[in-house]
C-alpha cells in the first residue's frame, strides 16, 4: 500500500510489527522509517516525542486490540473452562500460533524496561486479577486463584519464549490446549 494512502492506525501496525521483530532498541528510527515508509520527519509528525511516542501508541494499539477481543472473552456470562477456551483461542490469534513475540517482553528489555515498567505492570496484573476472578467463579479459593492466575499468565509468556527459541510453536500449543486446567485445576475441564 502506497505510504500517502496508510492511516495513523496502519502506520501504528507496521510501527508495532517492526517493535515486535527488533525490540525497542533495536527498532532504530531509520528501521521504523522503513517499517513504515514514512520519512523521519513525518515519524516526527505523527509522534512528536519519537521513538517513545511510537512505542506508547503500539501499546495503545495493543491494549485495545486486547481489551476488544480477548479479555472481553473473559467478561461473558459463559462457564469459566469455555471462557478460558474463547481466551486461549484469541491468545493463538493473535500470538500467531506461538511464534510471534509479546510486546509486553520485548518492552521490558534495556531502556523500555525503565520507560515503560510501571505501565506494563499494570497491565500484568490486570490480566491476573481478571484470570483470578474467573477461577474464584469457578470455585477456586481467593488465595489459590490469584497463585494461579500468575502461573497462567507465566505458563503463556515462557510458552511463548521457548516457543520461538526452538522455532516451534509446539510449546506455546500444548500451553493453550491446556490453559483452562493451569487455571482452574484439571478436574474442573474434564
Same mark, same amino acid.
Given at each position: #500500500?502506497?505510504?500517502?494512502?496508510?492511516?495513523?492506525? &496502519?502506520?501504528?501496525?507496521?510501527? !508495532?510489527?517492526?517493535?515486535?521483530?527488533? /525490540?525497542? %532498541? $533495536? *527498532? *532504530? +528510527? *531509520?528501521?521504523?522509517?522503513?517499517?513504515? /515508509?514514512?520519512?523521519?520527519?513525518?515519524?516526527?509528525?505523527?509522534?512528536?516525542?519519537?521513538?517513545?511516542? #511510537?512505542?506508547?501508541?503500539?501499546?495503545?494499539?495493543?491494549?485495545?486490540?486486547?481489551?476488544?477481543?480477548?479479555? =472481553?472473552?473473559?467478561?461473558?456470562?459463559?462457564?469459566?473452562?469455555?471462557? +478460558? &477456551?474463547?481466551?486461549?483461542?484469541?491468545?493463538?490469534?493473535?500470538?500467531?500460533?506461538?511464534?510471534?513475540?509479546?510486546?509486553?517482553?520485548?518492552?521490558?528489555? $534495556?531502556?523500555?524496561?525503565?520507560?515503560?515498567?510501571?505501565? !506494563?505492570?499494570?497491565? #500484568?496484573?490486570?490480566?491476573?486479577?481478571?484470570?483470578?476472578?474467573?477461577? %474464584?467463579?469457578?470455585?477456586?479459593?481467593?488465595?489459590?486463584?490469584?497463585?494461579?492466575?500468575?502461573?497462567?499468565?507465566?505458563?503463556?509468556?515462557?510458552?511463548?519464549?521457548? =516457543?520461538?527459541? +526452538?522455532? =516451534?510453536?509446539?510449546?506455546?500449543?500444548?500451553?493453550? %490446549?491446556?490453559?483452562?486446567?493451569?487455571?482452574?485445576?484439571?478436574?474442573?475441564? %474434564?
Amino acid at each position: #500500500m502506497p505510504v500517502a494512502t496508510l492511516t495513523r492506525d &496502519q502506520v501504528i501496525d507496521r510501527i !508495532l510489527a517492526a517493535f515486535r521483530r527488533y /525490540g525497542y %532498541e $533495536g *527498532s *532504530s +528510527l *531509520s528501521r521504523l522509517s522503513e517499517a513504515t /515508509g514514512l520519512g523521519r520527519s513525518s515519524l516526527y509528525h505523527y509522534f512528536p516525542n519519537g521513538k517513545e511516542d #511510537m512505542a506508547s501508541a503500539a501499546m495503545g494499539a495493543v491494549g485495545a486490540w486486547f481489551t476488544q477481543h480477548v479479555l =472481553s472473552t473473559l467478561n461473558s456470562r459463559e462457564v469459566s473452562a469455555i471462557r +478460558l &477456551q474463547r481466551f486461549a483461542g484469541k491468545l493463538t490469534e493473535y500470538y500467531a500460533n506461538g511464534m510471534a513475540p509479546c510486546l509486553m517482553d520485548v518492552f521490558t528489555i $534495556g531502556e523500555a524496561g525503565s520507560l515503560f515498567q510501571q505501565h !506494563l505492570g499494570a497491565r #500484568m496484573r490486570a490480566l491476573m486479577a481478571l484470570l483470578a476472578e474467573v477461577a %474464584e467463579e469457578a470455585g477456586v479459593d481467593k488465595v489459590e486463584a490469584a497463585v494461579r492466575a500468575e502461573n497462567a499468565v507465566v505458563a503463556i509468556q515462557g510458552s511463548l519464549i521457548v =516457543s520461538r527459541a +526452538l522455532d =516451534s510453536n509446539g510449546p506455546f500449543l500444548r500451553m493453550i %490446549e491446556n490453559f483452562p486446567a493451569i487455571l482452574l485445576g484439571p478436574q474442573a475441564v %474434564e
